[in-house]
Protein backbone atom coordinates (compact mmCIF):
# COMPACT_ATOMS: atom_id res chain seq x y z
CA UNK A 1 0.00 0.00 0.00
CA UNK A 2 1.21 3.26 -0.83
CA UNK A 3 1.63 5.89 1.90
CA UNK A 4 0.50 9.55 1.69
CA UNK A 5 2.98 12.21 2.74
CA UNK A 6 2.61 15.89 3.57
CA UNK A 7 5.96 17.31 2.78
CA UNK A 8 8.17 19.77 5.20
CA UNK A 9 7.46 23.21 4.38
CA UNK A 10 9.24 26.05 6.28
CA UNK A 11 6.40 28.91 7.85
CA UNK A 12 3.44 26.08 6.67
CA UNK A 13 3.87 22.46 7.65
CA UNK A 14 3.21 23.73 11.23
CA UNK A 15 0.29 22.52 13.30
CA UNK A 16 -2.31 24.87 12.04
CA UNK A 17 -2.03 22.71 8.29
CA UNK A 18 -1.55 19.66 10.15
CA UNK A 19 -5.56 20.62 11.73
CA UNK A 20 -6.78 20.51 8.68
CA UNK A 21 -5.58 18.00 6.82
CA UNK A 22 -6.75 15.66 9.50
CA UNK A 23 -9.99 17.36 9.70
CA UNK A 24 -10.28 15.92 5.93
CA UNK A 25 -9.51 12.60 6.74
CA UNK A 26 -5.22 13.01 7.18
CA UNK A 27 -2.38 10.92 5.55
CA UNK A 28 -0.06 8.48 6.32
CA UNK A 29 3.10 10.85 7.93
CA UNK A 30 3.38 14.54 8.41
CA UNK A 31 6.74 16.23 7.97
CA UNK A 32 7.44 19.70 10.12
CA UNK A 33 9.08 22.20 8.74
CA UNK A 34 12.62 22.16 9.22
CA UNK A 35 13.79 23.27 13.17
CA UNK A 36 17.05 24.74 13.08
CA UNK A 37 18.86 22.38 15.88
CA UNK A 38 21.06 25.23 17.30
CA UNK A 39 17.91 27.57 17.63
CA UNK A 40 15.92 24.44 19.00
CA UNK A 41 18.93 23.57 22.10
CA UNK A 42 18.62 27.53 22.57
CA UNK A 43 14.78 27.01 24.12
CA UNK A 44 13.89 30.48 23.09
CA UNK A 45 10.43 32.28 23.06
CA UNK A 46 9.55 30.47 19.46
CA UNK A 47 10.98 27.19 19.58
CA UNK A 48 8.26 25.51 21.29
CA UNK A 49 5.78 26.14 18.26
CA UNK A 50 7.44 23.89 16.13
CA UNK A 51 7.09 21.25 18.54
CA UNK A 52 3.26 21.31 19.35
CA UNK A 53 2.19 17.49 18.66
CA UNK A 54 -1.31 17.60 19.78
CA UNK A 55 -2.72 17.27 16.47
CA UNK A 56 -2.05 13.67 15.02
CA UNK A 57 0.88 13.33 17.59
CA UNK A 58 1.72 9.67 16.22
CA UNK A 59 1.78 10.86 12.74
CA UNK A 60 4.50 13.43 13.20
CA UNK A 61 8.94 13.19 11.34
CA UNK A 62 10.35 16.28 13.23
CA UNK A 63 12.82 17.97 10.00
CA UNK A 64 15.89 19.04 11.35
CA UNK A 65 18.42 21.73 9.64
CA UNK A 66 22.16 22.21 10.69
CA UNK A 67 25.71 22.74 9.84
CA UNK A 68 26.78 20.90 12.72
CA UNK A 69 26.42 17.43 14.12
CA UNK A 70 26.76 17.92 17.71
CA UNK A 71 23.40 20.43 18.08
CA UNK A 72 22.19 17.87 15.36
CA UNK A 73 22.34 14.76 17.50
CA UNK A 74 21.30 17.02 20.65
CA UNK A 75 18.31 18.48 19.29
CA UNK A 76 17.12 15.11 17.61
CA UNK A 77 17.09 12.91 20.96
CA UNK A 78 15.10 16.14 22.75
CA UNK A 79 12.16 15.99 19.64
CA UNK A 80 12.54 12.04 20.34
CA UNK A 81 11.06 12.52 23.66
CA UNK A 82 7.72 14.14 22.23
CA UNK A 83 7.15 10.74 20.50
CA UNK A 84 6.51 10.65 16.97
CA UNK A 85 7.45 8.03 14.26
CA UNK A 86 10.72 9.74 13.46
CA UNK A 87 13.86 12.54 12.61
CA UNK A 88 14.05 13.94 9.40
CA UNK A 89 17.68 15.12 8.21
CA UNK A 90 17.04 18.21 5.85
CA UNK A 91 20.06 17.60 3.15
CA UNK A 92 18.00 18.85 0.15
CA UNK A 93 17.05 22.90 0.96
CA UNK A 94 18.94 24.23 -1.49
CA UNK A 95 17.66 28.17 -0.14
CA UNK A 96 21.13 30.22 -0.44
CA UNK A 97 20.43 31.36 3.22
CA UNK A 98 20.38 27.63 4.47
CA UNK A 99 23.24 26.14 1.88
CA UNK A 100 25.50 28.82 2.36
CA UNK A 101 25.80 28.43 6.25
CA UNK A 102 26.51 25.05 5.61
CA UNK A 103 23.43 23.15 6.13
CA UNK A 104 20.68 21.62 3.87
CA UNK A 105 22.07 20.36 0.69
CA UNK A 106 25.59 21.14 1.54
CA UNK A 107 25.74 18.16 3.48
CA UNK A 108 25.42 16.07 -0.07
CA UNK A 109 28.21 18.71 -1.58
CA UNK A 110 31.02 18.64 1.46
CA UNK A 111 33.48 16.00 2.11
CA UNK A 112 31.56 12.62 2.25
CA UNK A 113 33.20 11.37 5.79
CA UNK A 114 31.55 14.39 7.08
CA UNK A 115 28.45 13.59 6.47
CA UNK A 116 28.64 10.42 6.94
CA UNK A 117 29.62 10.90 11.02
CA UNK A 118 26.82 13.97 11.33
CA UNK A 119 24.35 11.13 10.46
CA UNK A 120 26.01 8.26 12.82
CA UNK A 121 26.50 10.88 15.26
CA UNK A 122 22.68 11.23 15.08
CA UNK A 123 21.50 7.91 14.57
CA UNK A 124 23.23 7.35 18.26
CA UNK A 125 20.86 9.06 19.55
CA UNK A 126 17.57 8.38 17.84
CA UNK A 127 15.38 5.57 19.03
CA UNK A 128 12.93 6.04 16.23
CA UNK A 129 13.12 5.87 12.62
CA UNK A 130 15.98 8.22 11.51
CA UNK A 131 15.31 9.67 7.21
CA UNK A 132 16.92 11.84 5.46
CA UNK A 133 15.82 14.33 2.36
CA UNK A 134 17.85 14.92 -0.50
CA UNK A 135 17.96 16.28 -4.12
CA UNK A 136 19.97 14.76 -6.88
CA UNK A 137 23.09 16.70 -5.95
CA UNK A 138 25.28 19.65 -6.77
CA UNK A 139 24.69 21.07 -10.74
CA UNK A 140 28.09 18.38 -11.44
CA UNK A 141 26.82 15.57 -10.07
CA UNK A 142 27.15 12.39 -11.51
CA UNK A 143 25.09 8.96 -11.13
CA UNK A 144 27.71 7.11 -9.39
CA UNK A 145 28.41 9.88 -7.15
CA UNK A 146 24.62 9.86 -6.16
CA UNK A 147 23.10 5.80 -5.77
CA UNK A 148 26.84 5.81 -3.63
CA UNK A 149 25.86 8.70 -1.46
CA UNK A 150 22.13 6.93 -1.06
CA UNK A 151 24.24 3.49 -0.21
CA UNK A 152 26.38 5.55 2.06
CA UNK A 153 23.38 6.93 3.82
CA UNK A 154 21.74 3.16 3.69
CA UNK A 155 24.76 2.44 5.63
CA UNK A 156 24.92 4.80 8.42
CA UNK A 157 21.44 3.73 9.45
CA UNK A 158 18.78 5.76 7.55
CA UNK A 159 16.00 3.87 7.11
CA UNK A 160 13.39 6.24 5.00
CA UNK A 161 14.76 8.38 2.06
CA UNK A 162 12.91 11.07 0.55
CA UNK A 163 13.97 12.03 -2.81
CA UNK A 164 13.46 15.18 -4.45
CA UNK A 165 14.55 14.58 -7.94
CA UNK A 166 16.25 18.00 -9.12
CA UNK A 167 20.07 19.21 -8.83
CA UNK A 168 21.13 22.05 -5.99
CA UNK A 169 19.48 25.01 -8.65
CA UNK A 170 16.75 23.57 -10.46
CA UNK A 171 14.00 24.96 -9.91
CA UNK A 172 10.89 23.49 -8.86
CA UNK A 173 9.25 24.63 -12.48
CA UNK A 174 11.48 21.86 -13.86
CA UNK A 175 10.12 18.36 -14.13
CA UNK A 176 11.61 15.87 -11.56
CA UNK A 177 13.80 13.48 -12.45
CA UNK A 178 11.47 10.05 -11.12
CA UNK A 179 13.82 7.58 -13.01
CA UNK A 180 16.28 8.17 -10.27
CA UNK A 181 13.74 7.33 -7.20
CA UNK A 182 12.81 4.60 -9.72
CA UNK A 183 16.51 2.93 -9.85
CA UNK A 184 17.33 4.21 -5.87
CA UNK A 185 13.56 2.62 -4.61
CA UNK A 186 14.62 -0.96 -6.25
CA UNK A 187 17.54 -1.26 -5.65
CA UNK A 188 16.76 -0.60 -1.56
CA UNK A 189 13.25 -2.70 -1.87
CA UNK A 190 12.74 -4.30 1.29
CA UNK A 191 15.29 -2.41 3.16
CA UNK A 192 15.21 0.86 2.93
CA UNK A 193 11.81 2.85 2.10
CA UNK A 194 12.27 5.13 -0.71
CA UNK A 195 9.76 8.27 -1.21
CA UNK A 196 8.99 9.78 -4.35
CA UNK A 197 8.61 13.65 -3.92
CA UNK A 198 8.21 16.77 -6.32
CA UNK A 199 5.22 17.50 -8.59
CA UNK A 200 2.32 15.52 -7.02
CA UNK A 201 -0.77 17.84 -6.95
CA UNK A 202 -3.73 15.74 -7.99
CA UNK A 203 -5.22 12.39 -8.72
CA UNK A 204 -3.31 12.25 -12.34
CA UNK A 205 0.14 13.25 -11.66
CA UNK A 206 0.24 10.91 -8.42
CA UNK A 207 -0.59 7.90 -10.87
CA UNK A 208 1.98 9.35 -13.49
CA UNK A 209 4.62 9.41 -10.62
CA UNK A 210 3.71 6.05 -9.79
CA UNK A 211 3.90 5.08 -13.67
CA UNK A 212 7.38 6.63 -13.24
CA UNK A 213 8.51 4.78 -10.11
CA UNK A 214 6.68 1.96 -8.79
CA UNK A 215 8.99 0.74 -6.31
CA UNK A 216 8.91 3.71 -3.88
CA UNK A 217 6.84 3.16 -0.65
CA UNK A 218 5.48 6.50 -0.07
CA UNK A 219 4.62 9.42 -1.72
CA UNK A 220 5.49 13.02 -0.85
CA UNK A 221 3.07 16.00 -1.25
CA UNK A 222 4.40 19.58 -0.30
CA UNK A 223 2.90 22.43 -1.93
CA UNK A 224 -0.50 21.08 -3.34
CA UNK A 225 -0.56 19.93 0.69
CA UNK A 226 -1.27 23.96 0.85
CA UNK A 227 -3.10 24.52 -1.93
CA UNK A 228 -5.11 21.98 -1.80
CA UNK A 229 -5.00 20.59 1.84
CA UNK A 230 -7.92 17.84 0.91
CA UNK A 231 -5.67 16.25 -1.84
CA UNK A 232 -4.85 13.11 0.21
CA UNK A 233 -8.52 12.60 0.98
CA UNK A 234 -8.96 12.20 -2.99
CA UNK A 235 -5.63 10.75 -3.43
CA UNK A 236 -7.12 8.05 -0.99
CA UNK A 237 -10.59 7.77 -2.47
CA UNK A 238 -9.08 7.12 -5.50
CA UNK A 239 -7.01 4.16 -4.40
CA UNK A 240 -10.19 2.88 -2.85
CA UNK A 241 -9.01 3.63 0.77
CA UNK A 242 -10.66 6.52 3.58
CA UNK A 243 -13.63 7.54 4.14
CA UNK A 244 -16.49 8.22 1.40
CA UNK A 245 -17.51 11.71 1.07
CA UNK A 246 -20.59 10.42 3.05
CA UNK A 247 -18.48 10.05 6.11
CA UNK A 248 -16.61 12.80 5.71
CA UNK A 249 -17.58 15.94 7.64
CA UNK A 250 -15.23 17.96 6.32
CA UNK A 251 -17.64 17.28 2.98
CA UNK A 252 -20.44 19.47 3.13
CA UNK A 253 -23.75 19.57 0.86
CA UNK A 254 -24.55 23.31 0.27
CA UNK A 255 -28.54 22.77 -0.30
CA UNK A 256 -30.30 19.54 -0.47
CA UNK A 257 -29.86 17.06 -2.92
CA UNK A 258 -26.80 18.89 -4.40
CA UNK A 259 -23.79 16.81 -4.44
CA UNK A 260 -21.19 17.05 -1.48
CA UNK A 261 -18.51 19.83 -1.81
CA UNK A 262 -15.61 21.30 0.15
CA UNK A 263 -15.99 24.61 1.45
CA UNK A 264 -13.13 26.58 0.04
CA UNK A 265 -14.30 29.57 2.21
CA UNK A 266 -14.92 27.57 5.66
CA UNK A 267 -10.82 26.14 5.19
CA UNK A 268 -9.39 29.61 4.58
CA UNK A 269 -10.88 30.86 7.64
CA UNK A 270 -9.78 27.95 9.81
CA UNK A 271 -6.42 28.34 9.22
CA UNK A 272 -6.40 31.95 10.00
CA UNK A 273 -8.27 31.07 13.27
CA UNK A 274 -5.74 27.91 13.65
CA UNK A 275 -2.74 30.58 13.41
CA UNK A 276 -4.07 32.34 16.39
CA UNK A 277 -4.04 29.13 18.81
CA UNK A 278 -1.05 27.45 17.49
CA UNK A 279 1.53 30.19 16.31
CA UNK A 280 2.60 33.06 18.41
CA UNK A 281 1.64 36.41 17.16
CA UNK A 282 4.91 37.83 15.61
CA UNK A 283 4.25 35.14 12.95
CA UNK A 284 0.94 35.63 12.46
CA UNK A 285 1.08 37.79 9.34
CA UNK A 286 3.85 35.90 7.91
CA UNK A 287 2.21 32.56 7.77
CA UNK A 288 -1.14 33.78 7.03
CA UNK A 289 0.61 35.80 3.79
CA UNK A 290 2.55 32.51 2.71
CA UNK A 291 -0.05 30.35 3.32
CA UNK A 292 -2.51 32.40 1.33
CA UNK A 293 0.43 32.77 -1.96
CA UNK A 294 -0.61 29.13 -2.55
CA UNK A 295 -4.36 28.79 -1.52
CA UNK A 296 -5.51 31.19 -3.81
CA UNK A 297 -4.27 29.47 -6.72
CA UNK A 298 -7.55 27.64 -6.25
CA UNK A 299 -9.38 30.39 -7.49
CA UNK A 300 -10.68 31.81 -10.94
CA UNK A 301 -9.27 35.59 -10.28
CA UNK A 302 -6.32 34.29 -7.70
CA UNK A 303 -4.00 37.34 -8.16
CA UNK A 304 -6.60 39.25 -7.37
CA UNK A 305 -7.59 37.80 -4.26
CA UNK A 306 -3.51 37.02 -3.66
CA UNK A 307 -2.25 40.33 -3.56
CA UNK A 308 -5.25 41.64 -0.95
CA UNK A 309 -4.61 38.92 1.06
CA UNK A 310 -0.56 39.79 0.88
CA UNK A 311 -1.69 43.15 2.03
CA UNK A 312 -3.86 42.57 5.18
CA UNK A 313 -2.24 44.52 8.28
CA UNK A 314 -4.10 41.75 10.85
CA UNK A 315 -6.22 38.46 10.97
CA UNK A 316 -9.07 40.36 11.32
CA UNK A 317 -8.59 42.27 8.02
CA UNK A 318 -7.78 38.68 6.38
CA UNK A 319 -10.69 36.86 7.69
CA UNK A 320 -12.76 40.43 6.39
CA UNK A 321 -11.01 40.31 2.38
CA UNK A 322 -11.26 36.62 2.12
CA UNK A 323 -14.73 36.34 3.03
CA UNK A 324 -16.11 39.59 1.04
CA UNK A 325 -14.01 37.86 -2.15
CA UNK A 326 -17.04 34.90 -2.26
CA UNK A 327 -19.20 37.82 -2.51
CA UNK A 328 -18.06 38.41 -5.72
CA UNK A 329 -17.32 35.51 -7.13
CA UNK A 330 -19.44 33.04 -5.41
CA UNK A 331 -19.00 30.04 -7.25
CA UNK A 332 -15.28 29.88 -6.57
CA UNK A 333 -16.10 29.26 -2.78
CA UNK A 334 -16.94 25.18 -3.93
CA UNK A 335 -14.55 22.37 -4.37
CA UNK A 336 -16.00 19.51 -6.29
CA UNK A 337 -15.29 16.05 -4.36
C1 LIG B 1 7.61 27.32 0.80
C2 LIG B 1 8.44 26.06 0.79
C3 LIG B 1 9.15 25.72 1.93
C4 LIG B 1 9.92 24.54 1.95
N1 LIG B 1 10.56 24.19 3.09
C5 LIG B 1 11.22 23.00 3.16
C6 LIG B 1 11.76 22.53 4.39
O1 LIG B 1 11.64 23.17 5.45
N2 LIG B 1 12.43 21.34 4.38
C7 LIG B 1 12.57 20.60 3.23
O2 LIG B 1 13.18 19.52 3.27
N3 LIG B 1 12.02 21.01 2.06
C8 LIG B 1 11.34 22.17 2.02
N4 LIG B 1 10.74 22.54 0.85
C9 LIG B 1 10.77 21.63 -0.32
C10 LIG B 1 9.51 20.72 -0.32
O3 LIG B 1 9.47 19.88 0.82
C11 LIG B 1 9.48 19.84 -1.59
O4 LIG B 1 10.65 19.09 -1.65
C12 LIG B 1 9.33 20.65 -2.88
O5 LIG B 1 8.40 21.71 -2.72
C13 LIG B 1 8.85 19.75 -4.04
O6 LIG B 1 7.66 19.06 -3.69
P1 LIG B 1 6.19 19.55 -4.19
O7 LIG B 1 6.24 19.59 -5.69
O8 LIG B 1 5.24 18.50 -3.66
O9 LIG B 1 5.96 20.92 -3.63
C14 LIG B 1 9.99 23.72 0.80
C15 LIG B 1 9.29 24.08 -0.35
C16 LIG B 1 8.51 25.24 -0.36
C17 LIG B 1 7.75 25.59 -1.61
Known sequence: MIKLIAGPMATLSHQGLRKIIEGFGGCDEYYTEMINAASFLTHGKFESFYALNETAADKIVWQLTGKDSTPMAEAALELCSLGGIGIDINMGCSAPEIYKTGAGISWMIRPREETHDMICAVRDKVKLRLSAKIRLGDEDFTDEGFYSFCRMLYDCGIEQLVIHPRTKKEKLARP??????????????????????????????????????????????????????????????????????????????????????????????????????????????????RFFAYYCDNFSYGHYIKSKMLNCKSLEDAERTFTSYFDEVKDDRWEKV
Open 176 to 289: PRYFYVENVAREFLGKMNVVLNGNVKDVSSFNAALRAAPSVSAVMIARTSAQKPWIFAKLKRAMGEGASPEQNSAFIQSAENEPLKIDRLAVGLEYIQNLRTDQPPEFWITRMQ
